[in-house]
């Protein structure tokens, strides 16, 4: 069964650094997207990317956040200077232009900034 | 502002003891519904989507419902691998997902 794979599970990081976050969507999915889950609290939306562009975000995804399709199968997400309320679980969804927005989750990448 | 809200936050069951979980909400302009069930260190797993009031969807031991202010997720005679955090959330927007706290169910054999 097709399923979204982000990597790495796991990311320390010191504040002030830059990390990437990565994420292979299903293969025939269009639209992509950033959650994050900070420990205890929601999933929170942070943004939506289709044909190339953001299509929606949150007041969450300032200027400090970026995402991308580098190429025709991984998506990312750039943390250019972490903070230390950045520490989250940050999952990757995809979904396609026919199920009428139903998202599938990726497994997470456990975000810690000390 | 559009809301999403879950009770109850915890849920502890025996083994085949049915019960209910509600997801209520306060929408504008509600696109859909869905259910999603996280286990811990996990990403959502998607469950059901729902669209209009009167809708009821079923897989296995799971039955969601739909109103025009909030859903039920009945869970039949569980067991315990039902045991998980079960997270409704609500898109009010094109795509966008507005989540719930979740409902943390616990079954004990």
């Not at chain 1, 990437?20 to 959650?35: A, D, E, G, K, Q």
């Not at chain 2, 909400?25 to 998607?46: A, C, H, I």
């Not at chain 2, 469950?47 to 209009?52: A, I, K, N, Q, V």
């Amino acid at each position: 069964e097709p399923e979204v794979t982000q990597t790495p599970s796991h990311q320390v990081t010191q504040m002030g650094q830059e990390v990437i976050l990565r994420c292979v969507p299903i293969s025939n999915h269009l639209y992509f997207y950033w959650y994050r889950q900070i420990l205890g609290q929601k999933v929170e939306f942070l943004v939506s990317f289709y044909n190339n562009e953001i299509s929606e975000k949150s007041e969450i995804f300032d200027d400090q956040f970026s995402v991308e399709r580098p190429d025709g199968s991984n998506f990312t997400l750039k943390i250019r200077s972490t903070k230390l309320e950045d520490s989250a679980m940050y999952f990757c969804a995809s979904s396609d232009l026919t199920g009428r927005g139903v998202l599938f989750f990726g497994s997470g990448t456990q975000l810690s900034v000390l | 502002e559009d809301q999403v809200t879950q009770s109850p936050e915890a849920l502890r069951l025996q083994e085949g003891e049915s019960s209910s979980l509600n997801c209520s909400y306060t929408v504008s302009g509600l696109r859909g519904l869905f259910w999603y069930r996280q286990d811990p260190g996990k990403g959502p797993e998607f469950l059901f989507t729902l669209y209009s009031a009167g809708e009821e969807k079923e897989k296995e031991r799971l039955k969601a419902t739909l109103t025009k202010k909030e859903s039920f997720l009945h869970i039949t005679a569980p067991k315990p691998e039902d045991s998980a955090t079960y997270l409704c959330a609500v898109q009010f927007s094109a795509r966008q997902l507005t989540f719930g706290s979740g409902t943390q169910l616990t079954v004990l054999p």
